[in-house]
């Protein structure tokens, strides 16, 4: 194990200690006091209400799942693998990592923003039964697939601009709106009429939208409007 000098603020034994306890090994210890970790780290299911440790790098998969956790506060800034904090009480990933190199999830929490979310994710991203109204401060590019299942959404605008695999949005009030668009490229250019209005659609625009791509005007949305 590399140790580096700490500040006095920081007892490397108190770290060691809680090291051990969880299982983490080779780690380094930095000045900050954070924890760089040379592999993975699996804290879940223990009942957490917060990470013990302050991470830094951790060059594996970091896994808090299924814990009590309300803050990622101590979360590491860069994973190398996947980063999975699925199953807890999070209401924002604000204090997470802002690199990750495979996977992130975090389903399955009351998030109501995106706001915190590394801008690129090797991977894919999941955040899928929360209670998210939009995508806004979401990931940019992702490399795998993004599924958003099972929120608020009424609008995928600030979504991620590029998609390796499948973008899954069933269960929110724009799914309707979307399926009747054959990719995710071609919704994102439908957006340039501007026909969305809340939970109302302008007929016009979205016509010409639809036009556009030679798809078919359906009488009724369900959920949806036309004004």
Known sequence: ???IKLFESFESESIESICREYGIRNWTINEDGSVDVDGDVDISELELEKIPLKFGKVSGDFHCYTNLLISLEGAP??????FDCSFNKLTSL???PIEVGHSFYCYNNNLTSL???PEVVGGDFSCSFNKLTSLEGGPKEVGGS???QRNKLITLEGGPNKVGGSFLCQGNPISFVYKLFPDHKAYLDSL???YLRGTSIIKWKFKEALDEIG?????SILGWKYI
Do not use: A, L, T
């Open 1 to 3: 194990m590399k140790w």
């Open 77 to 82: 800034k860069v994973v190398g693998g996947n």
């Open 94 to 96: 604000e204090g997470g």
């Open 115 to 117: 706001k915190g979310s």
């Open 146 to 148: 993004f599924n958003c």
């Open 192 to 194: 340039d009429y501007d």
């Open 215 to 219: 798809g078919e005007m359906p009488e």
